[in-house]
Structures are given as structure tokens and as C-alpha cells.
């Protein structure tokens, strides 16, 4: 029998009109990693828990979780793109980061019924990177994307003490926004990237960004500008590698992916949604 067997067999067994419900939200939803991965971890935790996957559009994002809220059995819920900002909205209580951010990727349910917030793309990210080899410290980055997750690996990167962050996002609007909120934190130097800054500008260079979920999309940057120095990382988890990684590898780049991320991103969640 086989990993995958095995988990089924063992998920089949243990269901019953006791188990706990977790979400997972978005839209779309095909190609989230977190059901099994985060399922297993629970029930290793001793949580007769199951997480099941919603594809659930924004203009049904109200609806969803004033379902949800009624549901005695839903614990939490975890979201993704492209909720991490609304669901916000639904949360009593936010942690720190998440307050800060104003997104939030997991949502705990308190005694009193209501939803506490946290965000942990972040620091899951930078995790898996410094397991991957990667180096932060004094390093200049390029981070591509400014929404949930490319808020929160932001906010992470200027903790782990780079030297500078530049931001590259389509919607100019939200990329101001971030730059001028983490600098108010006065922890390094952060700027909107300039369109002639090519990837050689730079140390680290992060996607934060859907672009390489599909076979067409284009890359990010244009990597034949990218030296061998560079350390690449991706949050896309399907496919596990994307174009991007893969054309990094192949420059001789160091290299963190979207899976590796996940796992340190899932213990995190785990951890929030198992707290009393």
C-alpha cells in the first residue's frame, strides 16, 4: 500500500459525525497543496479534523462565511488567493502581524463563536528559504507581487534584516501601499522597483505573484539578466516546479519553491489552529 493509500484508508477510517471541520477558501481552489498536507498534520496532533477545499468566488465571500459561522462544527478556515485581504473583514480579533498587514491566510474560532486572524505566509517563507541556503542578512531584494502573501513575505524579509526591498506589482496603487506601510516600520530600505532594475540588480529575487501557475504565463523577469548569485524563490505550488524555478536552476541559481514554503507555512498553521 502506498503513502497516499495508506492516508486515504486511515482518513476513511477515523470519519465520523464527530469530526471537526476546517476550510480551506478561494478561488480558484484546484491547486491548493493544504487539505491532505494540513489534515494529516492535525490528526498527528491528535485533532479528529478533516480540512475540505471551497472554491468560493469574492462576491460570495459574505455568504460563505455567514455559512460557516454557522456551523458548530467548523473550527477554522484558511484562506487563499484572493480573499487574504477581505477575510479580514469577518475576524474579532487579528494577530499583530496580521493586524499590521491587513490580511490574514488562517482564521481560528474563539469559545465565543467568532473568528481570530493570523498570517503566516511570511514567516513561513523566509524559513523555507534560509533552510533552502538562502541568505537574507544585508542582501537586496526584489519582491514581485504585493497582495496577501507578497505582504506578509515583505513584512518577513525586512524582519530577517535585508538591506533593501524593492516591490513590483501590476496594481500600482497596492505597491505604494505596501512600500509606505513597511516603511513606517523603519527597518530598512523599502521602494518601488524601477522597470530598468533587471534581476543582476539584485540579490535575492522572490514571487510572491499567481504568474506561473499557468503554462503560458510569462516569467517575472527575464532571466537570461540573471547571474548565477542569485538566490530565486517562488510561492507557486502547482506545478511544484515552475518555469521560473526551473530557468533559475539551470543559471545555476540556489533556489527555494513553493512546496518547500507550504511546509513551513502549514506547521505554522497547524500551530495557530491547535492554540487555546
Known amino acids: ?6 492516508f486515504s484508508a486511515s ?14 477558501v478561494g478561488d480558484p481552489i484546484a491547486q491548493v497543496r493544504s487539505p491532505a498536507g494540513v489534515t494529516a498534520a492535525l490528526r498527528a496532533a491528535g485533532r479528529d479534523a478533516i480540512v475540505v477545499p471551497a ?26 488567493v ?13 494577530t499583530d502581524e496580521a493586524a499590521f498587514l491587513g490580511t490574514v491566510n488562517t482564521l481560528r474560532r474563539l469559545p465565543d463563536g467568532r473568528w481570530h486572524g493570523g ?6 517563507f523566509v524559513s523555507a528559504l534560509l533552510d533552502a541556503g538562502g541568505k537574507l542578512a544585508d542582501q537586496r531584494v526584489l519582491l514581485i507581487g504585493a497582495g496577501g502573501a ?5 513584512h518577513a524579509l525586512l524582519g530577517a534584516g535585508v538591506a533593501s526591498l524593492d516591490v513590483r506589482d501590476n496594481d500600482r496603487a497596492r505597491t505604494q501601499s505596501l512600500v509606505e506601510r513597511l516603511n513606517g516600520l523603519k527597518r530598512g530600505a523599502v521602494s518601488a522597483a524601477r522597470e530598468s532594475d533587471g534581476p543582476e540588480t539584485f540579490d535575492v529575487i522572490v514571487n510572491a505573484s499567481p504568474a506561473g501557475m499557468r503554462s503560458d504565463d510569462p516569467l517575472p523577469f527575464d532571466v537570461t539578466r540573471l547571474p548565477g548569485s542569485t538566490f530565486v524563490g517562488d510561492v507557486v505550488t502547482k506545478p511544484p516546479l515552475t518555469p521560473m524555478i526551473e ?8 533556489t527555494v519553491t513553493g512546496t518547500q514554503m507550504f511546509g513551513r507555512v502549514r506547521d505554522r498553521i497547524v500551530e495557530f489552529l491547535l492554540e487555546v
Not at 1 to 6: A, H, R
Not at 150 to 154: D, E, K, M, N, R
Request: charged content about 15%; overall charge neutral; proline content about 3%.
Open 1 to 6: 500500500m502506498n503513502q497516499g493509500t495508506s
Open 150 to 154: 507578497g505582504s506578509a513575505i515583505g
Open 82 to 94: 484572493p480573499h487574504k485581504f477581505s477575510a479580514t473583514e469577518y475576524c474579532a480579533s487579528l
Open 55 to 80: 472554491h468560493v468566488a469574492s462576491e460570495n465571500l459574505p455568504a460563505f462565511f455567514a455559512g460557516a459561522s454557522q456551523m458548530k462544527n467548523v473550527d477554522g478556515i484558511i484562506v487563499t
Open 11 to 24: 482518513l476513511d477510517a477515523g470519519l465520523s459525525g464527530a469530526t471537526r471541520l476546517y476550510f480551506i
Open 119 to 124: 498570517m503566516f505566509d511570511g514567516t513561513g
Open 247 to 254: 530557468a533559475a536552476r539551470s543559471r545555476g541559481c540556489g
